[in-house]
């Protein structure tokens, strides 16, 4: 049992950076009420976090090889608590976001790290065994969030990172006990330049999209920081061109199985984890569930996920990556479309057929994400291909989460407009912020039955839309897959040399 240590290890620190991705959402009520914030900043809450760890995890994996992976991921379960910490005592909303971008900071040390300890950690099938149990963990991790998030806002919403402290402790313990040290020799410096401009790029372009879902697509809060954003990125694929060492070899996407994969990491976390956002706040501010409850409503989505990634990990390895991936992306994107039966007369059972679906996707497409990336290309850019997946996807869910938005606000206050509300998009901005009970509350009392049937409305109709996109983008991506990808299943590639699918590659790492 020894051997499996270092699994726990990277287990443990990946399952505590991954869950706070999502166990932010069922507190959002609570948090909006406590720290008096707008919809704008409850997005910074979620968006920021995922941001950072997107924009940073190819830098940190850099620092990895360079100064050693253990080293590393301890410095980042250090920065991770230390900022949870920041995060349970933050007195304003401000302070919080910025000390989740921290955390974020941590998270990326972390999980910059994880596929390349679990690469010189095991071999052979013991490496099969190893990749299927992290991948369930990562869809676990995901899936728990809002359950275990329900239960620990029960008690206050400051918890959900106060019990981050004791997790980290036991995680660095079990490192120092059972990990190894492992550096790439001669590993070059971090491409500080292509960090800085994607860091820009994708904070700029998340930023004007978060404005859009407040102010509107063409208001210039909007627009600028969007085509800006776009321009920077297009500023940093020129640089990285040039760079001997990039942080992400731009030639890779010269081959359409890395381009596919890639493709699904982003829209899998986009289609299958931004919407939760949305669904918690309304079980909680407009279905008037308690925070466990609101929680406990995302069962089906966590012990399906984890048990087809558990049970099935292994056996998916030796599949072709195309129709596993594409496949899971297909049922991700039925389970939106099952979700989208949402209407104002629903309760939360209606959730329960989709969130079942979504959980079997996630299970099937999930664990097989890295080690897909692996082998799609040489063996030399295995490192710099497992930080991509995991920007991909952190990224697909920041953007997710703001694009959601747009579509949310936009359909709630053309019902709340076609209903008489007199401020529809003010309503609209004050109902996904979790104020739907403020706004009741403060209406006449003749008023509030018709009021609460109006935001009810509102609401389901903006979730209704929310899910039709989140369900559209995972059945493109799911066909995108199928078309592009062509590797062979990792298992196979393990046991044979790489095929050169891609132009030649610029130095390593």
């Known amino acids: 049992m020894r051997k499996w240590l270092p699994l726990v290890a990277v287990c443990t620190g990946t399952f505590m950076l991954l869950i706070d991705v999502t166990i932010v959402n069922v507190a959002l009520p609570d948090m909006a009420t406590d720290l008096d914030t707008s919809f704008g900043q409850l997005q910074w809450v979620v968006d920021v976090y995922a941001l950072a760890l997107a924009a940073l995890v190819l830098g940190a994996g850099s620092l990895a090889d360079l100064y050693g992976r253990r080293k590393v991921y301890l410095t980042g379960l250090g920065l991770f608590a230390a900022a949870s910490l920041a995060c349970g005592l933050a007195p304003s909303a401000e302070l919080l976001i910025v000390a989740r971008a921290v955390q974020g900071i941590g998270a990326a040390a972390m999980l910059a790290t994880t596929i390349a300890l679990i690469n010189t950690s095991y071999e052979g099938r013991d490496r099969g065994?190893?990749?299927?149990?992290?991948?369930?963990?990562?869809?676990?991790?995901?899936?728990?969030?809002?359950?275990?998030?329900?239960?620990?806002?029960?008690?206050?919403?400051?918890?959900?990172?106060?019990?981050?402290?004791?997790?980290?402790?036991?995680?660095v313990v079990v490192t120092l006990m059972a990990v190894q040290e492992a550096r790439q020799p001669n590993a070059p410096r971090p491409d500080v330049p292509g960090i800085v401009l994607f860091t820009l790029g994708a904070g700029s372009v998340v930023f004007g999209l978060v404005r859009a879902a407040a102010d509107g697509w063409s208001a210039p809060v909007a627009a600028g920081p969007l085509a800006a954003g776009v321009l920077v990125l297009v500023a940093w694929v020129l640089v990285e061109r040039r760079?001997?060492?990039?942080?992400?070899?731009?030639?890779?996407?010269?081959?359409?199985?890395?381009?596919?994969?890639?493709?699904?990491?982003?829209?899998?976390?986009?289609?299958?984890?931004?919407?939760?956002?949305?669904?918690?706040?309304?079980?909680?501010?407009?279905?008037?569930?308690?925070?466990?409850?609101?929680?406990?409503?995302?069962?089906?989505?966590?012990?399906?996920?984890?048990?087809?990634?558990?049970?099935?990990?292994?056996?998916?390895?030796?599949?072709?990556?195309r129709f596993v991936v594409g496949g899971g992306l297909v049922v991700i994107?039925?389970?939106?479309?099952?979700?989208?039966?949402?209407?104002?007369?629903?309760?939360?059972?209606?959730?329960?057929?989709?969130?079942?679906?979504?959980?079997?996707?996630?299970?099937?497409?999930?664990?097989?994400?890295?080690?897909?990336?692996?082998?799609?290309?040489?063996?030399?850019?295995?490192?710099?291909?497992?930080?991509?997946?995991?920007?991909?996807?952190q990224l697909g869910f920041a953007l997710g989460v703001a694009v959601l938005g747009s579509v949310f606000t936009a359909q709630a206050a053309t019902v709340l407009r076609e209903g008489g509300a007199a401020d529809p998009a003010g309503t609209a901005s004050a109902l996904t912020a979790g104020q739907a009970g403020q706004l009741i509350g403060s209406a006449p009392a003749g008023d509030r039955a018709g009021l609460a049937d109006l935001l009810g409305s509102a609401y389901a109709s903006g979730l209704h839309d929310v899910f039709l996109v989140s369900g559209t983008a995972g059945i493109v991506g799911g066909l995108l897959v199928l078309w592009l990808v062509r590797a062979a299943a990792p298992g196979q590639a393990q046991q044979r040399p790489r095929q050169a699918e891609q132009p030649a590659a610029a130095p390593t790492r």
């Not at 890395?258 to 699904?264: A, V, W």
């Not at 308690?290 to 030796?318: D, E, H, K």
């Not at 104002?344 to 969130?355: F, H, I």
């Open 243 to 321: 760079r001997r060492a990039p942080m992400l070899d731009v030639s890779l996407f010269g081959n359409r199985s890395f381009t596919g994969i890639m493709l699904g990491a982003l829209l899998l976390n986009g289609a299958a984890f931004a919407h939760n956002l949305y669904i918690s706040l309304w079980l909680q501010s407009v279905l008037g569930l308690s925070p466990l409850q609101g929680g406990l409503v995302f069962i089906p989505l966590s012990a399906l996920s984890f048990t087809v990634a558990a049970f099935a990990g292994r056996y998916l390895q030796t599949l072709a990556p």
């Open 129 to 171: 065994t190893a990749f299927g149990v992290w991948g369930a963990v990562v869809g676990a991790a995901a899936a728990l969030g809002p359950i275990l998030g329900g239960l620990l806002t029960e008690l206050d919403w400051r918890w959900i990172f106060f019990v981050n402290l004791p997790i980290s402790v036991f995680g």
């Open 333 to 393: 994107g039925v389970a939106g479309l099952l979700l989208a039966l949402v209407d104002a007369d629903s309760s939360w059972t209606v959730l329960v057929p989709g969130l079942a679906v979504l959980g079997i996707g996630v299970g099937v497409a999930n664990p097989t994400l890295a080690s897909a990336a692996l082998a799609a290309v040489p063996r030399e850019r295995s490192g710099m291909a497992s930080g991509a997946v995991n920007t991909s996807r």
